[in-house]
């Protein structure tokens, strides 16, 4: 009979939270009931620097979290008294109804300008719409928390059980800590360009640019100019703080999943081969964690979707700008359209790119797997437990999705792109059509 016996000894620390504990796992083999003959015992210890302390992740984005609080997106009752909650859900309803209307005065007002900002005018709506879409998404998602809490309870519950800590699943709290605090200092900088940009460019004292920026208010007068400007800032907010979110929670997994494929691979460097219960847990724990990804893609499929849908619109639009008719723009308005295009590429690329990275990792410990020394001869639940992990690992992806549809791998990336090119190709050859008949 082969048992495992895993104990934690965390190396004694001051003041340092779980910065720096280890884990001892024990790999011993014990004489078989049924064969009495075997008299011996033998026993190896692997030690693996792990992290034993479990971390609430829900109480670590509460300053996320807040910060989206202020801008209106969403209404998080999970950080809020029932005393304060009526008010903050006023403001961000308002908020939301705010973002709806620009988007719609802004649609309305590509019936009213003229031909040579037509491509502008779609660029500015289709971006407005995305950011009231987003707000919304956040919104009801916040009214009606289930997928969110159901994530943050299984995560909580049984992704940092006394189990799944000594398997790897533990995150180093202080570098969590410190991630978050980076990512929210990275979107409030962005948040700043972004919304400097256009202000200079509406306001500066470059007569040119104002004039290339009329299209931002139509068909409303210049007069109404400074109550539209004031929406700026909450229009950049909810277009960065939700990239916030889904990265930090990507990260977590990804790290969680490296930290499994560590523990085996370090087994495997020791013993050579998995015994029985030991395959049993990993199997396990990995069920965990890719159950934890389900439940997160719950709450992210649909934004991902708009995200890729629209981003693809505006991204082609940006280009046809900037390569087709290009010279009909100042040199601060180009820059400014670079800089745009720059950053909704980078926000596109963020998402794709860890949502991939969590993808694979979650998938790569199948090549270690396959390297496992197989007992002469296996036990039936030793097969069973094999089989079943890799199903899992060679079976459905293990991903976020786009809308449930389309899980986002690093071959995903590459089809967008392709999708991409053939639609600017075919937008480029069809625009003048649209602007003969909508102007």
């Not at 005393?83 to 109804?97: E, F, G, M, P, Q």
Request: hydrophobic share 50%.
């Amino acid at each position: 009979m082969n048992i495992i016996s895993n104990r934690v000894r965390p190396i004694p620390t001051i003041n340092r939270g779980n910065n720096s504990p280890t884990s001892k796992i024990s790999v011993i083999d014990l004489p078989d009931e049924d064969s009495p003959g075997r008299s011996f015992t033998t026993s190896s210890t692997v030690n693996i620097t792990l992290h034993n302390k479990p971390v609430d992740l829900q109480q670590e984005l509460v300053i996320l979290y807040k910060w989206m609080m202020y801008f209106g997106i969403g209404c998080p009752v999970r950080l809020l008294k029932k005393t304060r909650l009526h008010l903050y859900r006023l403001y961000s309803t308002a908020v939301l109804a705010l973002l709806w209307f620009n988007f719609l005065r802004s649609a309305t007002g590509i019936m009213y300008i003229e031909r040579d900002d037509f491509v502008a005018q779609v660029v500015i709506s289709a971006w407005f719409l995305q950011c009231a879409l987003k707000a919304t998404i956040w919104f009801c998602r916040d009214i009606k928390p289930s997928a969110t809490e159901d994530f943050f309870k299984h995560w909580k519950t049984i992704c940092q059980s006394q189990v799944s800590l000594q398997y790897g699943l533990g995150i180093n709290q202080p570098k969590l800590q410190r991630s978050i605090r980076l990512t929210i200092a990275a979107i409030i900088l962005l948040c700043i360009i972004n919304t400097s940009i256009i202000f200079f460019a509406r306001v500066g004292p470059i007569e040119e640019t104002r004039n290339e920026t009329t299209h931002y208010y139509a068909p409303l007068p210049s007069d109404a100019q400074i109550p539209l400007m004031a929406l700026i800032p909450f229009e950049t907010a909810v277009y960065f703080f939700p990239v916030a979110e889904f990265v930090l929670i990507s990260k977590v997994l990804t790290k969680q999943f490296e930290n499994l494929r560590f523990v085996v691979t370090e087994c495997l460097k020791k013993k050579g081969s998995l015994i029985e219960l030991f395959l049993g847990n990993i199997r396990a724990e990995h069920q965990h964690l890719a159950k934890a990804v389900y439940i997160a893609d719950k709450t992210f499929s649909l934004y991902l979707a708009i995200e890729y849908s629209t981003t693809i619109a505006i991204l082609t639009f940006l280009l046809y700008q900037l390569l087709i008719i290009h010279n009909q723009f100042s040199p601060f308005g180009y820059s400014m359209l670079v800089i745009w295009a720059s950053a909704v590429a980078l926000v596109i690329s963020i998402i794709s790119w860890f949502a991939a990275v969590m993808h694979e990792q979650a998938h790569e410990i199948v090549h270690f797997i396959h390297s496992v020394t197989v007992p002469s001869e296996p036990t039936g639940k030793y097969i069973m437990e094999m089989n079943m992990l890799l199903a899992k690992l060679n079976g459905t992806s293990i991903a976020f999705s786009v809308y449930t549809l389309l899980p986002i791998t690093k071959a995903f990336i590459l089809t967008i792109v392709g999708v991409m090119v053939t639609y600017f190709a075919i937008a480029a050859q069809s625009v003048e059509f649209i602007v003969e008949t909508y102007t």
